[in-house]
T-cell receptor, first 112, second 113 residues
């Protein structure tokens, strides 16, 4: 069964600290993996997209990694800011499927 | 930048009303999707469309229908709104076979009273 699992479910960190969010998937065949940030009450906004051949991609303070062999991805946030407080959702796209497989998200709270 | 626009941010409707949620994308994407998002349940696919006038049921199609008369527009219809359809509704679009992931609209918070 195609699944995407994220951990932790929630995380609280102090402003300025780094954190890493995890995403494990069993989707096959694999097309790409996206990390989204979703502020409360808003639609998800894409942070990074990674295909099979990519293993690291950065977007400012966000760095995503992908290990296609172990089917794991991580999102590392450097020098966190209060505005990073949001849900982070990992979404995997299958090769021939129009469907997207969603993780349940990690809710991050950055405290001053 | 890709733009996916949903017609309303907030909507309040009465039980039994017919409700239309509209979504428009400006990137000539083939695929469009409607999801609902509820606390603790994540995003669940209601319907998707991979071409004009084509539609496929997602995981929770009951109580909903869709219409795609033009490539850029995908409408979600609640034939007779019920309180258990109170939710956040998200529209998304993608090109090709999901090759570049999806772009989401800003969401419509629907409350059925």
């Amino acid at each position: 069964k195609n699944q995407v699992e994220q951990s932790p479910q929630s995380l609280i960190i102090l402003e300025g600290k780094n954190c890493t969010l995890q995403c494990n998937y069993t989707v096959s065949p694999f097309s790409n993996l996206r990390w989204y940030k979703q502020d409360t009450g808003r639609g998800p906004v894409s942070l990074t997209i990674m295909t099979f051949s990519e293993n690291t991609k950065s977007n400012g303070r966000y760095t995503a990694t992908l290990d296609a062999d172990t089917k794991q991805s991580s999102l590392h946030i450097t020098a966190s800011q209060l505005s990073d407080s949001a849900s982070y959702i990992c979404v995997v796209s299958g090769g021939s499927s129009y469907k997207l497989i969603f993780g349940s998200g990690t809710r991050l709270l950055v405290r001053p | 930048d890709v733009k996916v626009t949903q017609s309303s941010r907030y909507l309040v409707k009465r039980t039994g009303e017919k409700v239309f949620l509209e979504c428009v994308q400006d990137m000539d994407h083939e695929n469009m999707f409607w999801y609902r998002q509820d606390p603790g349940l994540g995003l669940r696919l209601i319907y998707f469309s991979y071409d004009v006038k084509m539609k496929e049921k997602g995981d929770i199609p009951e109580g909903y229908s869709v219409s795609r008369e033009k490539k850029e527009r995908f409408s979600l219809i609640l034939e007779s709104a019920s309180t258990n359809q109170t939710s956040m509704y998200l529209c998304a679009s993608s090109g090709g076979q999901g090759a570049f992931g999806a772009f989401f609209g800003q969401g419509t918070r629907l409350t059925v009273v």
